[in-house]
């Protein structure tokens, strides 16, 4: 429960818009013209940066602000074995028809054998004074919901149960890498079950041909096995939502169609939910949260857009969401990352911190701290 343990009262879900001189940095070095150790150089000071002012502003959890990545989910599951990235011809459209440029599939056995993104924690761990660091990864969910069973070899994967299975080892492996490196608050983004909440989307993986009765329930299982690896001193997070890429949206859907695997058959500690407008429906599916066992954090600030919520409109809305979950097991934060991509939302780095230490202030009103 929050207080001494996160999540914390005020918290986020972990990207931050990146700052001018990175983008620069990475523009050079994508062009061939700035060395890597160069922008290894400004993504370090960078990241610095945004840790301390995170913690300047009274977050108790500090990201990295996901400096290092290009995508929220790509540059993690591309360093699994078996996994790549490539540019395909039909793109994920986001709402007003924007174009996600790049895909995964999988081309061999799935396996965790590099160390990936520990470093990006190391670095994040001996930079934090007074903020717990926070690591945040992509679900498993990622590699086979994009593309299904047209993105995943059929030589290697004759059936997708041995894919399913080899995906939640290799989870259970990352997650057992991040503990051993002592991390304590690692969070799972988990947007393809707020998806499954969307009858389009359903209909969508219908009609390429995907089975999707029981999908639930191997995304479940997958997540299950990951977490199987934590040990009784990490906290583990979920995050979902309806997509996030330059400030659009892909799917919508209240949370009752997937609410009671979620809460109830998925052993994860707290869950980040997207509530910052209509799109994900009302509050009544927190009903089948475990009483004084799961924490929820009601992302009901937008970090889509720069408009500052009021105090009084926020408290409000945890008083809606506290008619179907008590009070001290409710948290705050925006819905979502302000950059799931490098490309960043369409708001400014100053609205972003407005937002963050608007979530500070509030939390300690309602809860008496953060």
Known sequence: ??????????????SLLRPKELQAARAAWKAGILPLD????????????????????GLRAATDGEYRRAYWHYDFVAGLDGVEIYEPEQKIQFKGNVPLGHALRVNGRIGWSKPVMLDHY????????????????????VVHFRGGRQAIDRTTYPTLD??????GE?????????AAAGCKYLQIDEVNIAYLCDP???AALKARGEHVEGLLGIYAAMLNRAIEAKPADMTISM???????????????????????????????????????DRAGGFEPLRFVP???????????????????SKDDLKRRIDEAAKYLPLEQLALSPQCGFASTEEGNTLTEEEQWAKLRRCVEVATEVWGGV
């Open 122 to 141: 190391a670095f994040l761990a001996s930079h934090v004074r007074t903020a717990v660091p926070k690591q945040t990864i992509p679900s498993p969910s």
């Open 162 to 167: 041995g894919f399913f299975g080899d995906l």
């Open 1 to 14: 429960m929050p207080g001494t343990n996160p999540p914390f009262r005020a918290d986020h879900v972990g």
């Open 200 to 202: 389009e989307q359903i």
């Open 291 to 309: 009483r004084g066992k799961k924490t929820v954090v009601l992302g009901i600030m937008t970090s889509k857009t720069g408009a500052l919520e």
């Open 38 to 57: 160069a922008l290894r150089d400004v993504e370090d000071r960078c990241i610095a940066a945004a840790i301390a002012k995170q913690e300047e502003i």
């Open 239 to 277: 995050h979902l939502c309806r997509g996030n890429f330059r400030s659009t949206w892909v799917a919508q859907g209240g949370y009752e169609p997937v609410a009671e695997v979620l809460f109830n058959q998925i052993n994860s500690d707290a869950y980040f939910m997207e509530y910052d407008t």
């Open 170 to 178: 290799a989870y259970n492996k990352a997650v057992g890498a991040f």
